[in-house]
T-cell receptor, first 114, second 112 residues
Framework: DAGVIQSPRHEVTEMGQEVTLRCKPI?????LFWYRQTMMRGLELLIY????????DSGMPEDRFSAKMPNASFSTLKIQPSEPRDSAVYFCASSLQGNAGELFFGEGSRLTVL | DAKTTQPPSMDCAEGRAANLPCNHS???????VYWYRQIHSQGPQYIIH???NNETNEMASLIITEDRKSSTLILPHATLRDTAVYYCIVRVGGAGSYQLTFGKGTKLSVIP
């Protein structure tokens, strides 16, 4: 079975540019999570969705970040405009609500903002 | 969710059991203990979870003390591929509360 699929795996961009990260959750999963990982702050939850509805976005750092889940098989995390401090690995994870918290993570998208 | 305390790093000889401790002295009665690991450059991977009984699966065993204030993850025969950061997380179970908060974890190095 295909796991959580993220794209792009690597992105290098310049400050001020728009960045869009994409995630395809595991088919049948109805919860989706976006995490960010840096050396300084570790793994931080940015936002999560249940049944395509954002439940908690308190981890989204500021208005430059936005996330959408237009359907059960696709989500995006957008940063506009990007800044060097946004450089991190962004992970998407999905789970089946009611499975007692087993999250399946993608391989991550490594973002570098110059 | 309750806070956890883990040693920052541990070493284990290849083929020996790796015992990773976790303290969660403020755990509530409805909070589960989860273990995940993250191998370098990969996404975190679920290992095991439990509420109060000991649990075992194909990857590991989880031993939770009777007072639930601490737990130990046991990898019975550690291999080099088990070198990773191991995260102990406590979280309320039930519907509508599925986010996991990761701490710094324990960096396990399996030594040949």
């Amino acid at each position: 079975d295909a796991g959580v699929i993220q794209s792009p795996r690597h992105e290098v961009t310049e400050m001020g540019q728009e960045v869009t990260l994409r995630c395809k959750p595991i088919s049948g999963h109805n919860s989706l999570f976006w995490y960010r990982q840096t050396m300084m702050r570790g793994l931080e939850l940015l936002i999560y969705f249940n049944n395509n509805v954002p439940i908690d976005d308190s981890g989204m750092p500021e208005d430059r970040f936005s996330a959408k889940m237009p359907n059960a098989s696709f989500s995006t995390l957008k940063i506009q405009p990007s800044e060097p401090r946004d450089s991190a690995v962004y992970f998407c994870a999905s789970s089946l609500q009611g499975n007692a918290g087993e999250l399946f993570f993608g391989e991550g998208s490594r973002l570098t903002v110059l | 969710d309750a806070k956890t305390t883990q040693p920052p790093s541990m070493d284990c000889a290849e083929g020996r059991a790796a015992n990773l401790p976790c303290n969660h002295s403020t755990i509530s009665g409805n909070e589960y203990v989860y273990w995940y690991r993250q191998i370098h450059s990969q996404g975190p991977q679920y290992i095991i979870h439990g509420l109060k009984n000991n649990e075992t699966n194909e990857m590991a065993s989880l031993i939770i003390t009777e007072d639930r204030k601490s737990s130990t993850l046991i990898l019975p025969h550690a291999t080099l591929r088990d070198t990773a950061v191991y995260y102990c997380i406590v979280r309320v179970g039930g519907a509508g509360s599925y986010q996991l908060t990761f701490g710094k974890g324990t960096k396990l190095s399996v030594i040949p």
